[in-house]
């Protein structure tokens, strides 16, 4: 079992910035490709970034929705059993509760794929408003 808890959502004006925290603890997280979902009011939840599982001297491997290319950095922290998502030049329509989620089962053609994922956190809440 893997325990996900994120963190760092809040308040911000258009353009600023955030990083979300993705922490890990009950396995390793980086035997795991974790992606950051993001739900709207209103709208379905949808993939927004991937990372890729990452053994010791390995790079992992990321993706983006096109909607936040540029904008949003996906990165990983083993020792910390951390995954952030720095997020740049945020806009309202990133507006949404943010989820990660973890596999052991992840297929680079369809990472955004909620039925891949096993284990999900609470969610943290990004707003973006002036």
């Known amino acids: 079992q893997v325990q996900l808890v994120e963190s760092g959502g809040g308040l911000v004006q258009p353009g600023g910035s955030l990083r979300l925290s993705c922490a890990a603890s009950?396995?390793?997280?980086?035997?795991?490709?974790v992606t950051w979902f993001r739900q709207a009011p209103g709208k379905e939840r949808e993939g927004v970034s991937c990372?890729?599982?990452?053994?010791?001297?390995?790079?992992?491997?990321?993706h983006y929705t096109d909607s936040v290319k540029g904008r949003f950095t996906i990165s990983r922290d083993n020792a910390e059993n951390t995954v952030y998502l720095q997020m740049n030049n945020l806009d309202p329509e990133d507006t949404a509760v943010y989820y990660c989620?973890?596999?052991?089962?992840?297929?680079?053609?369809?990472?955004?794929?909620?039925?891949?994922?096993?284990?999900w956190g609470q969610g943290t809440q990004v707003t973006v408003s002036s």
């Open positions: 989620a973890a596999t052991r089962h992840g297929d680079p053609t369809t990472w955004w794929f909620r039925s891949l994922y096993d284990y």
């Open positions: 009950g396995q390793t997280l980086s035997l795991y490709d």
């Open positions: 990372i890729t599982y990452s053994l010791a001297g390995s790079i992992p491997t990321t």
